[in-house]
């Protein structure tokens, strides 16, 4: 689906109720034990988890290239630095060294992660979540190959802290998942 058509989905209220779900389960079981600092929303929609964090106490930029996913995080707080980029283009770079928590949920761009990686503070966690091909789908590039996240962070520098494959534990999506969430370490 190209920026239009997720433009058109938001504006039409098709998306419209994603403002107003609650923030993905693995973020609220992640972020319990962290301490509030930056972070970074690639592909936010219209805020959900932004919002979230927000009310927790985190710094939050949050990017999509669906303005008017964008138009609908600033009509619901003021507090997130929400940002119109397309990331398929590059039009937004993750600072090296920058954030405490960088997440991209039901977005998969393999060419963000060497910049997500090095975006990451030490100490820091990434959380990604991509949906899976259902039985008999074919593998396209939107969807994470079987235990594909793993390979994104280097054995050295790097916790897993969780990594979970099968059917989504969040109520808003249907489709299989894979999740991870990992530490850099230093």
């Known amino acids: 689906m190209n920026i239009e058509e997720w433009n058109h989905r938001y504006r039409s209220g098709e998306r419209a109720g994603d403002a107003s779900q609650d923030p993905t389960l693995l973020l609220e079981e992640t972020t319990q034990s962290l301490p509030p600092g930056k972070a970074l929303d690639l592909a936010c929609g219209a805020g959900r988890n932004a919002i979230y964090l927000a009310q927790r106490g985190w710094e939050v930029t949050a990017v999509d ?33 920058a954030w405490d928590l960088i997440m991209s949920c039901y977005y998969l761009q393999r060419d963000l992660i ?56 969040d109520p808003a999506h249907k489709r299989p998942v894979a999740e991870i969430v990992a530490r850099r370490l230093g």
């Open 65 to 97: 290239g669906a303005s008017a996913a964008i138009e609908m995080l600033r009509s619901r707080s003021n507090a997130i630095r929400a940002v119109v980029a397309d990331l398929q283009l590059h039009e937004f770079v993750i600072e090296p060294d």
């Open 114 to 169: 060497p910049q997500i990686i090095v975006g990451t503070k030490p100490g820091g966690v990434v959380l990604v979540i991509a949906h899976t091909p259902d039985p008999g789908d074919e593998l396209n590039d939107k969807r994470a190959a079987p235990g594909e996240l793993r390979t994104f962070f280097p054995m050295n520098g790097w916790e897993i802290l969780h990594h979970y494959e099968g059917p989504s534990r």
